[in-house]
């Protein structure tokens, strides 16, 4: 058995001149991924590994989660191979996983999460927004063989907070 928590980085900010992978979270960025990070249904995960996207809005995402205890820094890996906007890309990466790995969460960007997440999971989503989280469980004992997972929730920040 097999699952990932994919989590999209928070509301970014396009205040400043920068490049793409530069820009960092805004305020509602901040707010959003502290309130989502704190749920104690998040906390009751306990990934084995984590994965994150080397861009500031995915790297400043993960770290309000290690703030909040949701996971150890030791568990985390930092990769430019999920800087991807593409599902199939994003998909070789899961492929690659250790088989050892059961639980993972995946700290990534838009298109790819909504694109794969229909792909994989049991639930069509027109979008998973700024800090939404949707983890998936698959029957497959192989990274290298999902078989189509059941979507056991998504959590979207705008549905949350009153």
């Known amino acids: 058995m097999k699952s990932i928590t994919f ?36 906390k009751s995960f306990k990934p084995e590994a984590v994965f994150c996207s080397t861009a500031v809005r995915t790297l400043e995402t993960c770290h309000a989660f290690l703030k909040n205890d949701v996971f150890q820094a030791n568990i985390v890996t930092y990769t430019d191979a999920l800087y991807v906007f593409d599902h199939l890309e994003l998909l070789k990466f899961i ?18 999460l ?15 927004p700024t800090c939404g989280i949707v983890k998936i469980n698959f029957k497959s004992s ?16 705008k549905n949350l907070m009153p």
């Open 142 to 157: 192989s990274w290298d063989a999902l078989l189509k997972g059941q979507v056991e929730f998504k959590l979207f920040p």
């Open 114 to 128: 909504t694109a794969l997440v229909n792909e994989l999971g049991t639930d069509v989503i027109d979008n998973i």
């Open 7 to 42: 989590i999209r980085h928070a509301k970014s900010s396009w205040e400043f001149n920068l490049s793409d992978k530069k820009r960092p979270l805004n305020k509602r960025g901040l707010f959003d991924v502290d309130f989502m990070s704190s749920l104690e249904l998040i």
């Open 95 to 112: 492929t690659t996983l250790s088989p050892q790995l059961s639980k993972v969460f995946i700290f990534g960007h838009n298109h790819a």
